[in-house]
T-cell receptor
């Protein structure tokens, strides 16, 4: 399974867009990019995933570069409730979680 | 929908005792996953099942750990004998299916069981 590299932590002001980067330079052609988040003490929660194309749902947008070696998760209008650890995962059939990015949204 | 149900939510036991963690997946989901989370090692996949059959148990740390899924609505993770280093939060997750395309169907996680082994 390909490894991912994410910043350890990030800050974002409430109401602003949060852009969380992820590098996955060793991704193979059939591996998907998944984003989950974990709010303190809870189980991880699915956000979004994609293979090649950019994706958008009610929670976030996922931008995958053309070479697929990196991606960005965008929370368009961050709220305090978006404070969590965000995991970028590249996988095939199973999820291997890394350390993630700790996002702090402040007033 | 009740979501994934795990019991107990908290377990405190003494070293050497047997511990059994339980999971009820979302009704209709055919795949079930057991994870362990610690500060040192993060979130680790222990084992996963598809249609009640274990598919990959390469993450199970050692023979003291065993997992079963006797039917589609119930799974157990057993530790015997337990050790202090087994202290962690254990999560169960379920998904509709394992997709043949390699895409991993959305996993829904339970609230976890916090295990403390003294």
């Amino acid at each position: 399974d390909a490894k991912t590299t994410q910043p350890t932590s990030m800050d974002c002001a409430e109401g602003r867009a949060a852009n969380l980067p992820c590098n996955h330079s060793t991704i193979s052609g059939n591996e998907y990019v998944y984003w989950y988040r974990q709010i303190h003490s809870q189980g991880p929660q699915y956000i979004i995933h994609g293979l090649k194309n950019n994706e958008t749902n009610e929670m976030a947008s996922l931008i995958i570069t053309e070479d697929r070696k990196s991606s960005t998760l965008i929370l368009p209008h961050a709220t305090l409730r978006d404070t969590a650890v965000y995991y970028c995962i590249v996988g095939y059939n199973k999820l291997i979680f890394g350390a993630g990015t700790r996002l702090a949204v402040h007033p | 929908d009740a979501g994934v149900i795990q019991s107990p939510r908290h377990e405190v036991t003494e070293m050497g005792q047997e511990v059994t963690l339980r999971c009820k997946p979302i009704s209709g989901h055919n795949s079930l996953f057991w994870y362990r989370q610690t500060m040192m090692r993060g979130l680790e996949l222990l084992i996963y099942f598809n249609n009640n059959v274990p598919i990959d148990d390469s993450g199970m740390p050692e023979d003291r750990f065993s997992a079963k899924m006797p039917n589609a609505s119930f799974s157990t993770l057993k530790i015997q004998p337990s050790e202090p280093r087994d202290s962690a939060v254990y999560f169960c997750a379920s998904s509709l299916e394992l997709l043949s395309s390699g895409d991993t169907d959305t996993q829904y996680f339970g609230p976890g069981t916090r295990l403390t082994v003294l």
